[in-house]
């Protein structure tokens, strides 16, 4: 038979039938420690390489050693480097971290996406679904750290997917697998927490009493991140926001602004047409 | 690495990189190790994590010192003046481990009446001929007391270098020289080491080097701390260290300091020489070196006494120690080169090994082919045209070729250079004929890597290398049964070795890959042959030797490289293949093959006391055992496994025999480590700070030799030296990214690394830069009297000027990894370094040399096209596999 029309045949059916999803797992996540960052990229390069992403082009920033700037649609980790010189000892300090999806608890993009193509998969991490997908981009906007983009090429968003497809297969994702240090650290985001906030501790007792937690749990309007991080300086160093807005926080607040606003329009309009016959 | 070999034995990293976990302290110079050896660098990262002290002291702040707890800068090339200084501070506050030393070390031992150190003769030492500016002296002036010097061996100055096992190790008449182990006799080895580093104060280390007395007091401190009975202290050195005019005095330097520290052969000490390539310890083991056989056994040479077979064994024959066994190990390796044509009468073929009769090193290679003297060239995974020191001088050489093949993935450099390069080149006034032959990748093809820490590992073939890309072996093959074929009926003697070489190494059945279907190249050769035969076999019943202790010396046996003997003990057996973990085992012993005899850390009879009880519970590793009157521990002894601590030799003993049950270092003729080396290194007994051949500064503690005397220059036109004054007052270095391979055959094709660093840049201190009127990002030129770049100006603080002998000094640094090939170009830091040879190895110095920096662009510039991107995607949708479970990328 012909097996185009199969395939129109089995989508036809696949666009009625509702498989029932996997059944759900404990949650899985990234913990990424940054004091054994030491800026090798591998995890750039296998994440591009298991999931066949391109190249973002070649240009030199002279940003110190970060040539990719940025996550984007087809850079789903990112090591940022920051060089820090302190006049008064004359040392230097050079921070290094690697940036991904964060995999909120109560993520914006998932929330603000119209046709449900963004979900929590069985691990509990945030996925686009690439066949809903249609482009329309609210989770780019949505998004509080800039993860996710929208690939010109093909309209979709696209961003880090924890290698969804090697979890299912009972694999560490790419980048944990490649990291020679153990800075990126994959496992049961229980698990992972527990282990960051001994790390925590254990840097504390040597001294290290800048290291903490970044979104180890709710703080502010922000959910929990499930791909968390130990960081060494403010989080605007390693340009994360300090107080990520989550936009369904504020959504009753911007209906009433939005109703009084139009109330007050409609006034003022009223008022303009209302003022007496012209002469 | 004769550095380590004149000092414990064998010219290889001491220990494994898995080790270093268990450092309480990890000193790292001359090696960028986070950048250039990721991986290792787990290992560092686990000792900082289990609370051990990370040092780096390096020109340059890069990865690897971030993430060090103490970073020191010192100005690149006055290594020796910090090391020298550290020896002075272990001696002058006796830090030194007295009961190792005592017993490890020739510390005792006493020197000739002649010797005359560099203290004394203002910079040199007894022995040198300032005609032929070498130490032909040294065999007499360096030499132990009561020992008859060169014994009638022959000279071949300059021409040889001291790379194998007979040179290094050295040769005595009696495994127990004259000692005074009261250390009152101020000829003994102790006295003159602390007269010799007497003016390395941390004063003069700062003053040297550029770091404050502070820092170094503080490094030195620290490594102390960190040594002796309960801690040990780690070294890591790489290219950082050797690619100077004083490369091996400086690794020279660094065993005094472990040996004093007594830190050789225990767990989490050692020296850890990262090398450079993959596999470069496999191409000096097996080796591509010009004046050495398998194994680092002396090529035989015109410039010796080395006529016959007897001839040569009596020139590099040692009487005591493990090398008395040379005539089992060259004997063998004629019978697996000329099997039944090597019989006793004609000397196992000895003859039709080539002489060498001069240094054929690669650079002066170089200089032969610029000066018309070569006629072709093959290149394997190399690319001279932008990774070999002096780039200009190196393209202008291969215009004087007549042909070159260039196997490579990829068109390097070095393959275009007669259609593209700075110097746009003009293809018809060249008149070289290149052949350019793809090569298959390493998950194309069965063999082996002898990676860093002496580790053999096979990797299987995968796929079939696409269209006409062939293995190196494939070529080489072919290349042999060829030449064979063209000499067939050759009767001139010459010919013979070529016509009686063993040469089969064909599949017996078609080659099968691992799904079980029949490769489609033809004549592949099985690499397990070649392996078989490097492990050796005896040649009546061709059954493998279990280990190189089965070779004899009467032609019975074959063996192709005897250190690598027992790698493949029996017919089914390639212990380079096993992967097995063997659990709470950290040696893995199971996991691939470590020569010598699959010891992970050599010289590990030193881990234990002289009586073979731990040092301490906390670094126990070999000990004794009296009840079953044998070494154990984790890993395999570097030692006759039976001999116990026990046990002293006669004087006149002779081989393994001659070494005594505490003498833990058995590749030197005395079992001891050489704090001073009579014999092995060709610039000194001792390390000794000389400038760079190229520095703008004078020498501070010599001001009447302010380089190394033994250094050979190339006076050429297009290597000339810049003058020692302010024309080029700018120090240079070059280092490596983690995000790009060596001169980039490797990385510069493949997009994913491109984007990571997609330009040649140069590091500039803020000073320097608002000197110059050069802007960060701006582009900024760098010149010298070899040629001129320009780059990105990369202004940072992690380059700084330095307080060098009272004035300031800049110092600029700049990654080797661009050329004109490839899909991101960039200035070639190698038109900067010049060709020069150090003494012992003819290693050039890219390290340090000199140039004057300004900002903007060079005039007249070819500008060079790179190569498009590789076009998306680069790989086809993977079959049976469904759409939505493809890769994501594949669709963008």
């Given at each position: 038979?012909?097996?185009?029309?199969?395939q129109?045949?089995?989508?036809?059916?696949?666009t009625?039938?509702r498989?029932?999803?996997p059944?759900?797992?404990?949650?899985?996540?990234?913990?990424?420690?940054t004091t054994?960052?030491?800026?090798?990229k591998?995890?750039e390069?296998?994440?591009?390489?298991?999931?066949?992403?391109?190249?973002d082009?070649?240009?030199?920033?002279?940003?110190?050693?970060?040539?990719?700037?940025?996550?984007?649609?087809?850079?789903?980790?990112?090591?940022?480097?920051?060089?820090?010189?302190?006049a008064?000892?004359d040392s230097?300090?050079?921070?290094?971290?690697?940036d991904?999806c964060?995999?909120?608890?109560?993520?914006?993009?998932?929330e603000?996406?119209?046709?449900?193509?963004l979900?929590?998969n069985?691990?509990g991490n945030?996925?686009v679904?690439?066949d809903?997908?249609?482009?329309?981009?609210?989770?780019?906007v949505?998004?509080p750290?800039?993860?996710?983009?929208?690939?010109?090429a093909?309209?979709r968003?696209?961003?880090?997917?924890?290698?969804?497809?090697?979890?299912?297969d009972?694999?560490?994702?790419?980048c944990?697998k490649?990291?020679p240090?153990?800075?990126i650290?994959?496992?049961?985001?229980s698990?992972l927490?527990?282990q960051?906030?001994?790390?925590?501790?254990?840097?504390?007792?040597r001294?290290?009493?800048?290291?903490?937690?970044y979104?180890?749990?709710?703080?502010g309007?922000y959910?929990?991140l499930?791909?968390?991080?130990l960081?060494?300086?403010?989080?605007?160093v390693?340009?994360?926001?300090?107080a990520?807005?989550r936009?369904?926080?504020h959504?009753k607040?911007n209906?009433l602004?939005?109703?009084?606003?139009?109330v007050?329009?409609?006034?003022?309009s009223?008022?303009?047409?209302?003022g007496?016959?012209r002469? | 690495?004769?550095?380590l070999g004149?000092?414990?034995g064998?010219?290889?990293?001491?220990s494994?990189q898995?080790?270093?976990?268990?450092?309480?302290?990890?000193l790292?110079m001359?090696?960028?190790?986070?950048?250039?050896?990721?991986?290792?660098?787990?290992f560092?990262?686990m000792a900082?994590?289990?609370?051990?002290q990370?040092?780096?002291?390096?020109?340059?702040?890069?990865?690897t010192s971030?993430m060090?707890?103490?970073?020191?800068r010192?100005?690149?090339?006055?290594?020796?003046?910090f090391?020298?200084?550290?020896?002075?501070?272990?001696?002058e506050?006796d830090?030194?481990?007295?009961?190792?030393?005592?017993?490890?070390?020739?510390?005792?031992?006493i020197i000739?009446?002649?010797?005359?150190?560099?203290?004394?003769l203002?910079?040199?030492?007894a022995?040198?001929?300032?005609?032929t500016r070498?130490y032909d002296?040294s065999?007499?002036?360096?030499?132990?007391?009561?020992?008859?010097?060169?014994?009638?061996?022959t000279?071949?100055?300059?021409?040889?270098?001291?790379?194998?096992?007979s040179e290094r190790t050295?040769?005595?008449?009696?495994a127990?020289?004259?000692?005074d182990?009261s250390?009152?006799?101020?000829?003994?080895?102790?006295?003159i080491?602390?007269r010799?580093?007497?003016?390395?104060t941390?004063?003069?280390?700062?003053?040297?080097?550029?770091?404050?007395?502070?820092?170094?007091?503080?490094?030195?401190?620290?490594?102390?701390?960190n040594?002796?009975?309960?801690r040990?202290?780690c070294?890591?050195?790489a290219?950082?260290?050797?690619?100077?005019?004083?490369?091996?005095?400086i690794?020279?330097?660094?065993t005094?300091?472990?040996?004093?520290?007594g830190?050789?052969g225990?767990?989490?000490g050692?020296?850890?020489?990262?090398r450079?390539?993959?596999?470069?310890?496999?191409?000096t083991?097996v080796?591509?070196?010009?004046e050495l056989l398998?194994?680092?056994i002396?090529q035989?040479?015109?410039?010796?006494?080395h006529g016959?077979?007897?001839?040569y064994?009596?020139?590099?024959?040692?009487?005591?120690?493990?090398?008395?066994?040379?005539p089992?190990?060259?004997?063998?390796?004629?019978?697996?080169w000329?099997g039944?044509a090597?019989?006793r009468?004609?000397?196992?073929?000895?003859?039709?090994?080539?002489?060498i009769?001069?240094?054929?090193?690669?650079?002066?290679?170089?200089?032969r082919?610029?000066?018309?003297?070569?006629?072709?060239?093959?290149?394997f995974?190399?690319?001279p045209a932008?990774?070999?020191?002096?780039g200009r001088?190196?393209r202008?050489?291969?215009?004087?070729?007549?042909?070159?093949?260039v196997?490579d993935?990829?068109?390097?450099d070095?393959a275009a250079?007669?259609?593209?390069g700075p110097?746009?080149?003009d293809?018809?006034a060249?008149?070289?004929?290149?052949?350019?032959i793809?090569?298959a990748?390493?998950?194309?093809?069965?063999?082996?890597?002898?990676?860093?820490q002496?580790?053999?590992?096979?990797?299987?073939?995968?796929?079939?290398?696409?269209?006409?890309?062939r293995?190196?072996?494939?070529?080489v093959?072919?290349?042999?049964k060829r030449?064979?074929?063209?000499y067939a009926?050759?009767t001139r003697?010459?010919?013979q070795?070529l016509?009686?070489l063993t040469?089969?190494y064909e599949?017996d059945?078609?080659?099968?890959?691992?799904?079980?279907?029949?490769?489609?190249?033809?004549?592949?050769?099985?690499?397990?042959k070649?392996?078989m035969e490097?492990n050796?076999?005896?040649?009546a019943d061709?059954?493998?030797?279990?280990d190189?202790?089965?070779?004899?010396?009467?032609g019975?046996?074959?063996c192709g490289?005897?250190i690598?003997?027992?790698?493949y003990?029996?017919?089914?057996?390639?212990?380079?293949?096993?992967?097995?973990?063997?659990p709470?085992v950290y040696t893995?012993?199971?996991?691939?093959?470590?020569?010598p005899?699959?010891?992970r850390?050599?010289?590990?009879?030193?881990?234990?006391d002289p009586?073979?009880?731990?040092?301490?519970?906390?670094?126990k590793?070999?000990?004794w055992?009296?009840?079953?009157?044998?070494?154990?521990?984790p890993?395999?002894?570097?030692f006759?496994?039976?001999?116990?601590p026990?046990?002293?030799?006669n004087?006149?003993s002779?081989g393994?025999?001659?070494?005594?049950?505490?003498?833990?270092?058995?590749?030197?003729?005395?079992?001891?480590g050489w704090?001073?080396?009579?014999?092995?290194v060709?610039?000194?007994?001792?390390p000794?700070h000389?400038?760079?051949?190229?520095?703008?500064?004078?020498n501070?503690?010599?001001?009447?030799?302010?380089?190394?005397?033994?250094i050979?220059r190339?006076?050429?036109p297009v290597?000339?030296?810049?003058?020692?004054n302010?024309?080029?007052?700018?120090?240079?270095?070059?280092y490596?990214l983690?995000e790009h391979?060596?001169?980039?055959?490797?990385s510069?094709f493949?997009?994913w690394?491109n984007?990571?660093?997609?330009g040649?840049?140069?590091?500039?201190?803020p000073?320097l830069?608002?000197?110059?009127?050069i802007?960060?990002?701006?582009?900024?030129?760098?010149?010298n009297?070899?040629g001129a770049i320009?780059a990105?100006a990369?202004?940072?603080?992690?380059?700084?000027p330095?307080?060098?002998?009272?004035?300031?000094?800049?110092?600029?640094?700049?990654?080797?990894?661009?050329?004109?090939?490839?899909?991101?170009?960039g200035?070639?830091?190698n038109d900067?370094?010049?060709?020069s040879?150090?003494?012992?190895?003819?290693?050039h110095?890219?390290?340090?040399?000199t140039?004057?920096?300004?900002?903007g662009?060079?005039?007249?510039?070819a500008e060079?096209?790179?190569?498009?991107?590789?076009?998306?995607?680069?790989?086809?949708?993977?079959p049976?596999?469904?759409?939505s479970?493809q890769?994501e990328?594949?669709?963008?």
């Amino acid at each position: 038979m012909n097996e185009g029309l199969v395939q129109i045949a089995t989508d036809l059916r696949d666009t009625w039938t509702r498989p029932e999803p996997p059944a759900a797992q404990e949650e899985t996540g990234f913990f990424t420690d940054t004091t054994l960052c030491i800026g090798c990229k591998a995890c750039e390069v296998a994440c591009k390489q298991w999931n066949q992403l391109p190249a973002d082009g070649f240009n030199w920033t002279g940003n110190s050693y970060d040539n990719t700037v940025t996550l984007s649609d087809t850079t789903w980790r990112h090591v940022a480097f920051v060089e820090q010189h302190d006049a008064a000892t004359d040392s230097m300090r050079w921070l290094m971290m690697s940036d991904v999806c964060k995999h909120c608890q109560h993520a914006p993009c998932v929330e603000v996406c119209p046709t449900g193509a963004l979900i929590y998969n069985e691990f509990g991490n945030v996925y686009v679904q690439q066949d809903v997908c249609n482009g329309c981009a609210n989770c780019v906007v949505g998004c509080p750290f800039g993860v996710i983009a929208r690939n010109k090429a093909d309209g979709r968003a696209h961003k880090c997917t924890l290698c969804y497809d090697r979890q299912k297969d009972g694999m560490v994702p790419a980048c944990a697998k490649s990291c020679p240090t153990e800075s990126i650290k994959f496992g049961k985001v229980s698990e992972l927490r527990e282990q960051a906030r001994q790390r925590v501790e254990q840097l504390h007792a040597r001294g290290e009493t800048d290291a903490y937690l970044y979104g180890n749990e709710t703080w502010g309007e922000y959910s929990a991140l499930n791909s968390f991080f130990l960081l060494k300086d403010k989080p605007i160093v390693y340009n994360l926001p300090e107080a990520p807005r989550r936009p369904a926080a504020h959504l009753k607040r911007n209906y009433l602004f939005s109703f009084m606003a139009s109330v007050a329009l409609t006034a003022v309009s009223a008022l303009l047409f209302s003022g007496g016959e012209r002469g | 690495m004769p550095g380590l070999g004149a000092s414990f034995g064998r010219g290889a990293a001491t220990s494994f990189q898995e080790d270093m976990q268990n450092a309480d302290c990890v000193l790292i110079m001359g090696s960028n190790m986070a950048e250039a050896h990721p991986v290792g660098f787990r290992f560092p990262m686990m000792a900082r994590e289990r609370g051990a002290q990370l040092i780096h002291v390096d020109p340059h702040f890069s990865r690897t010192s971030a993430m060090c707890q103490q970073y020191v800068r010192i100005r690149t090339g006055s290594d020796i003046a910090f090391l020298g200084g550290l020896i002075h501070y272990i001696l002058e506050n006796d830090r030194w481990f007295h009961e190792y030393v005592m017993a490890y070390t020739n510390a005792a031992t006493i020197i000739t009446e002649q010797y005359r150190d560099a203290e004394d003769l203002g910079g040199i030492f007894a022995g040198f001929n300032p005609e032929t500016r070498s130490y032909d002296g040294s065999r007499e002036a360096w030499q132990y007391e009561g020992h008859e010097g060169s014994g009638g061996r022959t000279q071949a100055g300059h021409a040889e270098k001291a790379e194998s096992f007979s040179e290094r190790t050295g040769s005595l008449d009696s495994a127990t020289p004259p000692t005074d182990h009261s250390l009152k006799n101020p000829r003994c080895v102790l006295n003159i080491l602390r007269r010799h580093y007497a003016r390395y104060t941390p004063q003069m280390v700062a003053r040297i080097c550029g770091c404050s007395k502070e820092e170094f007091v503080r490094v030195a401190e620290t490594v102390c701390a960190n040594s002796g009975r309960e801690r040990t202290t780690c070294l890591v050195y790489a290219v950082g260290w050797t690619q100077h005019s004083v490369g091996v005095q400086i690794i020279r330097a660094a065993t005094i300091v472990q040996l004093l520290l007594g830190n050789m052969g225990r767990p989490g000490g050692g020296i850890m020489a990262m090398r450079g390539h993959a596999s470069i310890q496999g191409s000096t083991d097996v080796p591509t070196l010009y004046e050495l056989l398998p194994g680092y056994i002396m090529q035989p040479s015109a410039l010796r006494d080395h006529g016959g077979l007897a001839d040569y064994l009596k020139q590099e024959e040692v009487k005591t120690g493990f090398m008395a066994n040379l005539p089992k190990f060259l004997v063998s390796l004629l019978k697996a080169w000329y099997g039944e044509a090597a019989t006793r009468e004609n000397d196992f073929g000895y003859n039709w090994i080539p002489r060498i009769d001069g240094n054929y090193s690669h650079l002066a290679c170089t200089v032969r082919m610029l000066e018309g003297k070569m006629r072709g060239m093959f290149l394997f995974g190399q690319n001279p045209a932008a990774g070999a020191p002096n780039g200009r001088a190196n393209r202008e050489a291969l215009k004087k070729l007549k042909w070159l093949v260039v196997r490579d993935w990829f068109e390097i450099d070095t393959a275009a250079f007669w259609h593209k390069g700075p110097e746009n080149p003009d293809p018809a006034a060249i008149g070289t004929e290149v052949f350019f032959i793809p090569a298959a990748a390493s998950a194309e093809k069965d063999g082996t890597f002898t990676n860093t820490q002496r580790l053999l590992q096979w990797h299987d073939k995968a796929v079939d290398p696409p269209e006409d890309c062939r293995s190196d072996t494939w070529f080489v093959y072919e290349l042999g049964k060829r030449l064979k074929k063209l000499y067939a009926h050759s009767t001139r003697e010459r010919d013979q070795g070529l016509l009686n070489l063993t040469w089969d190494y064909e599949f017996d059945h078609a080659e099968r890959l691992p799904d079980g279907s029949i490769s489609r190249i033809h004549g592949e050769t099985d690499v397990a042959k070649i392996l078989m035969e490097i492990n050796g076999y005896t040649v009546a019943d061709r059954q493998q030797v279990a280990d190189f202790n089965g070779l004899k010396d009467d032609g019975s046996t074959a063996c192709g490289c005897w250190i690598y003997s027992g790698v493949y003990p029996e017919k089914g057996r390639n212990r380079a293949r096993s992967r097995k973990r063997t659990p709470g085992v950290y040696t893995s012993p199971e996991w691939g093959f470590a020569w010598p005899l699959n010891r992970r850390m050599m010289y590990n009879r030193a881990s234990a006391d002289p009586k073979g009880r731990p040092w301490s519970e906390r670094k126990k590793y070999l000990s004794w055992d009296e009840e079953e009157q044998r070494w154990t521990g984790p890993d395999v002894p570097d030692f006759e496994p039976k001999k116990p601590p026990s046990y002293r030799p006669n004087p006149d003993s002779r081989g393994m025999e001659a070494i005594a049950g505490d003498a833990p270092f058995l590749m030197k003729p005395d079992g001891r480590g050489w704090l001073f080396a009579p014999m092995g290194v060709k610039d000194g007994p001792l390390p000794t700070h000389y400038e760079p051949l190229e520095s703008p500064l004078g020498n501070l503690l010599y001001p009447d030799q302010r380089n190394n005397p033994t250094i050979e220059r190339y006076e050429l036109p297009v290597n000339e030296y810049n003058p020692p004054n302010d024309e080029f007052p700018v120090i240079a270095t070059n280092y490596r990214l983690t995000e790009h391979y060596l001169s980039g055959p490797m990385s510069r094709f493949n997009s994913w690394l491109n984007e990571l660093q997609p330009g040649m840049f140069i590091e500039i201190s803020p000073e320097l830069a608002s000197e110059k009127g050069i802007e960060h990002g701006g582009w900024m030129v760098a010149w010298n009297r070899r040629g001129a770049i320009e780059a990105r100006a990369m202004v940072t603080r992690r380059i700084m000027p330095l307080k060098v002998h009272g004035r300031t000094v800049h110092q600029i640094g700049m990654p080797f990894h661009w050329g004109f090939a490839g899909e991101t170009v960039g200035a070639i830091a190698n038109d900067l370094t010049s060709i020069s040879a150090d003494p012992n190895v003819s290693m050039h110095e890219a390290k340090a040399f000199t140039v004057n920096v300004r900002a903007g662009r060079l005039k007249g510039h070819a500008e060079i096209e790179p190569l498009p991107p590789a076009p998306w995607p680069t790989r086809e949708e993977s079959p049976e596999t469904a759409k939505s479970d493809q890769p994501e990328g594949q669709a963008i």
